[in-house]
Each structure stands twice: as C-alpha cells, then as structure tokens.
C-alpha cells in the first residue's frame, strides 16, 4: 500500500463547476500537509499547506481529518487555467526531517 | 530572483551508459532534494543534502545511483549503466529548512531533467 493515496481521475468537469479531491495517508507521524499543482511537463509547485483547522484561499478550501488520516481539496468555480494534476503531499520527520512523501495526483480537466 | 535550475533538461542515454545529471539551488538554500518521477506518477524521494552533508540517501533505488553536493551548492546526480527502467523525470528541489528548524519551509523545484534511456 503507498503511503499518500489518491484518485487518479481525471476528474472532467465544466467551468463554474465545483469539484472535490481526497487524500488518504498511511503515517499517522507525519507532520505537514500539502497540496501541490502540477502542469503538464511541469515542476511541482506549492499550491497550499493544509491545517488541522481547515483553510481557505480564494476559490480553494483544504481540510485536514488527522483521525481518519485524510486530507481535501475543494474548489470552486473552476476555470480552464485549473486544469492540472493535484498532487496531496505529505511532510514526516524522519532522520532527514524533511522529506515530501507525494501522491500520485489527481488529474483534473476544465472544459468550456 | 532565480529559481532552481537543472541541466541537461532532456537527456537521452542507450542502456549500459553513465549520465550525470546536474541541479543549481537558489542562492543561500541550506536544503536540496532529489526525486524522481516516473510517467503518471507522482514524485518519489531519492536523497536530501543538509549543505554538503549527505543526511538521507534511503531513496536511492540501486548503488548504480549516486549524488554529491560537494561545495554545498550545486548538486550532482550520478547513474551508472542506465537501465531501461531509469527512464523518468528527475527533479530537484531546494529550501531554506533546516533539519533543526521544524518549520515547513517550502521546497522550491527546477524543471527536472527527463531522461530517457533506449
């Protein structure tokens, strides 16, 4: 079993639509969570970190559920700018202390 | 500024031949990582640096893999006599985190270098 579980999708929807992501992950010492985005032939790049309390930032709601080991990713109103591959990223504290652990991404499609 | 810059961006290596695959951090970061992605998958880990110090090398998946970062700056990853299977995208990436810190200082990430061994 991976350590970060993810839907690979894709996840096809029109714009305006509202869509979800779940994460599982399997470390319950990890410590930092994460969603990444990644463009097709692109770098990762930091889309949010995840609190235990829940945040916003704008159009985007992550949630953490430490219990249940899960993680989410809400967006609203989707624009074609936000078809990509979202990846849930987990951050441990082993010997190097800061290692990600990466899911295998969801792909998501925005279409008009 | 400038970001995390990797070279060569497209590699091609026939199998049985050594490739070196080089990463420049952004200035003044103490951390660097290397991961490797494989096609529709996400990143793996490979090895992390503290400055020239090698911390972490628990990712590597064969002693034909091997990296160094001996000026605690640009970073070097070695694979010897490729193999079919050591075709993916190998990225690196850089933070100001260090092991003490416990902050989660983000890792900033190059292009990645693709490579693709025949």
């Known amino acids: 079993r991976k350590e970060v579980e993810q839907d690979p999708g894709p996840f096809n929807v029109p714009e305006g639509a509202t869509v979800a992501f779940n994460c599982t992950y399997s470390?319950?010492?990890?410590?930092?969570f994460f969603w990444y985005r990644q463009d097709c032939r692109k770098e990762p790049k930091l889309l949010m970190s995840?609190?235990?309390s829940g945040n916003e930032d704008g159009r985007f709601t992550a949630q953490l559920n430490r219990a249940s080991q899960y993680i989410s990713l809400l967006i609203r109103d989707s624009k074609l700018s936000d078809s990509a591959t979202y990846l849930c990223?987990?951050?441990?504290?082993?010997?190097?202390?800061?290692?990600?652990?990466f899911g295998g991404g969801t792909r998501l499609m925005v279409k008009p | 500024g400038a970001g995390v810059s990797q070279s060569p961006r497209y590699k091609v290596a026939k199998r049985g031949q050594d490739v070196a695959l080089r990463c420049d951090p952004i200035?003044?970061?103490?951390?660097l990582f290397w991961y490797q992605q494989a096609l529709g998958q996400g990143p793996e880990f490979l090895t992390y640096?503290?400055?020239?110090?090698?911390?972490?090398k628990s990712g590597l998946p064969s002693d034909r893999f091997f990296a160094e970062r001996p000026e605690g700056s640009v970073s070097t990853l070695k694979i010897q006599r490729t193999q079919k299977e050591d075709s993916a995208v190998y990225l690196c990436?850089?933070?100001?985190?260090?092991?003490?810190?416990?902050?989660?200082?983000?890792?900033?990430f190059g292009p990645g270098t693709r490579l693709t061994v025949t």
């Open positions: 995840v609190y235990s």
């Open positions: 990223v987990v951050k441990g504290y082993n010997n190097a202390g800061n290692m990600l652990t």
């Open positions: 640096f503290q400055n020239e110090a090698q911390l972490d």
């Open positions: 470390n319950s010492a990890s410590q930092s």
């Open positions: 200035s003044g970061h103490v951390s």
């Open positions: 990436a850089s933070s100001l985190a260090k092991r003490t810190s416990g902050r989660a200082y983000e890792q900033y």
